[in-house]
């Protein structure tokens, strides 16, 4: 991922790379690292650059915040399952989905802490994830694939978000954040 000179890029030895490039002459493209941290997990997905810290997610189960400039972890904080990719949602919330389980997370970019949670699977063992998610408004639609007996069933969700957003375990007492539409 790259913001202005700096590119940030990730490899599969668990390690993530901040490097400040400029454009020589003949086209030439020179970068001198910045700084490197060592994850417990390979990143998952797109790291996120913006102006003042990188969010990354790793498959140690963590999404993490490093400082820009000099690559200080600034907060740390776990999922509960493998992330497969981080998204932006608005200025104040990133979005993390699983791997494999059709599971979303918001978390706030601020401080880590969780803003919601949406887990398909919890209803449905056998529910896949089939749509990335998509932000609208102040909502978050995704598609989850529900294979019952007869054959399988494809149903939207909006989901809470910002000031409605119930964190984790409230979300749960209450029966879930999903509004399912068909």
Not at 2 to 24: I, K, Q, S
Not at 62 to 91: E, I, K, M, T
């Amino acid at each position: 991922a790259a913001d202005g000179p700096l590119l940030v890029a990730a490899g599969p030895d668990e390690r993530l790379v901040a490097a400040r490039c400029t454009l020589r002459r003949r086209d030439r493209m020179r970068c001198r690292r910045r700084w490197v941290q060592r994850l417990a997990g390979s990143v998952a997905g797109r790291p996120l650059v913006g102006p003042e810290v990188v969010h990354v997610v790793a498959r140690d189960t963590h999404v993490y915040a490093f400082r820009r400039d000099n690559g200080h972890l600034v907060w740390r904080s776990a999922l509960g399952f493998r992330p497969g990719a981080l998204a932006p949602l608005g200025d104040d919330l990133l979005l993390v989905t699983g791997e494999k389980a059709p599971t979303l997370v918001l978390v706030r970019r601020e401080d880590g802490a969780p803003a919601g949670r949406f887990d398909a699977a919890a209803g449905n063992p056998a529910a896949v994830l089939v749509s990335g998610p998509v932000a609208v408004e102040n909502a978050v639609l995704v598609v989850v694939l529900t294979p019952p007996a007869v054959g399988p069933e494809l149903v939207a969700f909006r989901l809470a978000v910002g000031e409605n957003a119930a964190p984790p375990a409230a979300e749960e007492a209450a029966g879930g954040p999903a509004e399912e539409t068909r």
